[in-house]
């Protein structure tokens, strides 16, 4: 059984109303316990409203989506769903609940009712692991545009679900607090076995994750490992997508007749093929 | 002309136990004609710095002069200079409110006196050139957008009144890649047809080192860079003390060059890194 699965799901915003929206159409995705899967897709394809699926946020028109084998329909099921995943929006603006860092932080842990101690330590470990320790005791509404998306992750941390759901998470962030990030989740996916789905616009991220889904214009169009997906530079491109940078400059080597017969996602790889 | 900040200071939330001094005596010029990046660390100032382009922010110490006069006066005069200022904001959430995106990007040009037909005129030229197609979205709430989308609509807001100086938080934030280069392109023709004077936030340093004319480094509220890409990026511990990294096109021809490839190493685009890297390989006889 997959951690989180969509079957034929389909997703119609103001269903019936003069401003209908058909945002997700048909999709089936199998997202297995422990893999850490990355969602590309230009503006508008979807990602999001997919995304809010997996945490029964929005309910699929038709189709279903299950977790850990509950169907997100089943309002039993809500409750063990939401303890199961964690979500950080894309807009961390609109997370914001509490006048106070830490209790912002520890609204989640809170709501999927951990005890009162764990809370605590957890929303330190989880403050420390977005460096905003020092900022514990500020109003999230003063703060820096990074800053207030730093704290949206780690009130998702905080909650030590099986699961967690990034949505453009490092949209804001300097570079270093984007690498930090990344390090971050990809840790707690290879150390805790977390399975995590991350939204991004950025291919260097996604070249990290064991998996890519390529949403385009509400379908889910392509899925496979990062060198499957960007071993095809022209499709990404056709998309509207882009391949990471070391694999852009492979590719315009290569039009400029050099010859690189490697697949090519990184820098180490390119630099394996240029400099050897 | 410019803007011109002399010795501005600003802290908030002053005589409280969370005072803070977020910009530390700054003094710099935005030339007119020129894009100019502001980059920083993560909380180093930079939105706070640009709110104080138009008046948005009042610092508590200095003066800031756009095209010459003070921004601080209550004078008419000095109405009009704040309003040659257009900045889009960080969280394009704080800039939609109406219930159309067409009412909203109408907003601006209305509020500046534009007749009806010169305000749709505007409205449909912002509109294309963030590419949101106005049959599909003029009639659609700002609030049911998708993120990039919500982007693409407060800046067409801000687009819309033409300013004489444009100020963009983190413009191409939550874009796909074939937007964000799209974007990128039409400020550089906006500011080469029009000559609009273009300020960017930006935590992209390739963009910035492809864009740029004059960059613009921010640390803990203090200015310690003012210079031209090739020169900003020159300085890799300036760089890192400030909290940034390099273009990654940059890193990536560092790596290169560590493992023997004989290249001058000057590049920071990606056009140019290529050059150099098929130069290089030219001379040892390798393609
Ligand atoms: N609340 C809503 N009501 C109606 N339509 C919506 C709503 N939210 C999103 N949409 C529409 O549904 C489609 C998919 O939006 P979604 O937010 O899932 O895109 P996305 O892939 O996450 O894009 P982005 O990269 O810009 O975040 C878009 O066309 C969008 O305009
Ligand atoms: N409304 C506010 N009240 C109090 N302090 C604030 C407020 N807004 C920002 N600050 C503080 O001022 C400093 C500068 O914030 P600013 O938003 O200018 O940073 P920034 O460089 O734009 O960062 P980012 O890249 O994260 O957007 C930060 O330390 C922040 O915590
Ligand atoms: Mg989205
Ligand atoms: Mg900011």
Do not use: W
């Amino acid at each position: 059984m997959s951690f989180i699965e969509c079957v034929d799901l389909t997703h119609i915003y103001n269903a019936g109303m003069e401003n209908e929206m058909l945002a997700v159409e048909n999709v089936n995705i199998k997202i297995e316990e422990g893999e850490f899967v990355a969602i590309l897709g230009t503006n508008g394809s979807g990602k999001s409203t997919l995304a809010k699926h997996f945490n029964g946020l929005l309910l699929p028109s038709s189709g279903k989506c299950l977790v850990d084998g509950m169907d997100t329909k089943d309002e039993e099921h809500t409750y063990d769903i939401r303890r199961q995943i964690g979500m950080v929006f894309q807009n961390p603006d609109n997370q914001i609940i509490a006048a106070i860092v830490e209790d912002d932080v520890g609204f989640g842990p809170e709501n999927i009712g951990l005890d009162p101690h764990e809370i605590r330590r957890n929303v330190t470990a989880a403050l420390r692991a977005v460096d905003m320790e020092e900022y514990r005791h500020f109003s999230p509404h003063h703060l820096s545009g990074g800053q207030k998306q730093r704290v949206a992750i780690a009130g998702a941390l905080a909650m030590n679900t099986k699961c967690l759901v990034l949505d453009e998470p490092t949209a804001m962030l300097d570079p270093r607090g984007r690498h930090e990030v990344m390090d971050t989740v990809s840790r707690l996916n290879k150390e805790r076995g977390i399975t995590t789905v991350y939204i991004t616009h950025f291919m260097e991220e996604a070249a990290m994750a064991d998996r890519i889904f390529v949403m385009d214009q509400k379908h889910l169009v392509a899925s496979g490992t990062p060198r499957e997906i960007f071993r095809d530079i022209g499709a990404m491109k056709k998309r509207g997508l882009a391949v990471p940078m070391a694999a852009e400059m492979a590719y315009r080597l290569q039009q400029k007749g050099l010859r690189i017969t490697e697949s090519i996602i990184n820098t180490e790889d390119l630099v394996r093929a240029i400099c050897q | 002309m410019s803007i011109e900040l002399k010795n501005i200071s600003y802290t908030y939330m002053p005589k409280t136990p969370f005072e803070h001094l977020a910009l530390d005596d700054i003094s710099i010029t935005v030339p007119e004609g020129k894009i100019t990046a502001i980059a920083g660390h993560t909380g180093s100032g930079k939105s706070t710095l640009i709110q104080h382009f138009n008046g948005l922010l009042k610092p508590s110490k200095g003066t800031i002069l756009v095209d010459g006069v003070d921004i601080g006066k209550k004078n008419t005069e000095a109405k009009a200079a704040r309003r040659k200022v257009g900045i889009v904001f960080q969280y394009p959430e704080y800039q939609l409110f109406e219930e159309t995106i067409s009412k909203d990007i109408s907003f601006g040009p209305m509020n500046i006196g534009c007749s009806e037909a010169e305000t749709l005129e505007r409205v449909k030229q912002a509109m294309a050139f963030v590419n949101l197609d106005y049959d599909k979205y003029a009639h659609r709430s700002p609030f049911q957008l998708s993120g990039g989308q919500k982007r693409r609509a407060a800046i067409a807001g801000i687009l819309a009144l033409q300013p004489k100086y444009l100020v963009l938080d983190e413009p191409t934030a939550g874009l796909d890649p074939k937007g964000r280069e799209a974007l990128m392109e039409k400020f550089r023709r906006l500011h080469r047809e029009r000559g609009t004077t273009i300020v960017l936030i930006s935590h992209n340093m390739d963009n910035i080192a492809s864009y740029a004319d004059n960059v613009i480094i921010l640390n803990k509220g203090k200015v310690t860079m003012e210079a031209p890409p090739e020169e900003v990026f020159s300085q890799k511990e300036l760089i890192s003390q400030a909290g940034l990294e390099l273009p990654e096109v940059k890193t990536i021809m560092n790596e290169l060059a560590q493992n023997g490839l004989e290249i001058q190493n000057n590049a920071y685009t990606m056009d140019k890194a290529v050059e150099e890297i098929i130069e290089a390989l030219r001379r040892k006889g390798k393609c």
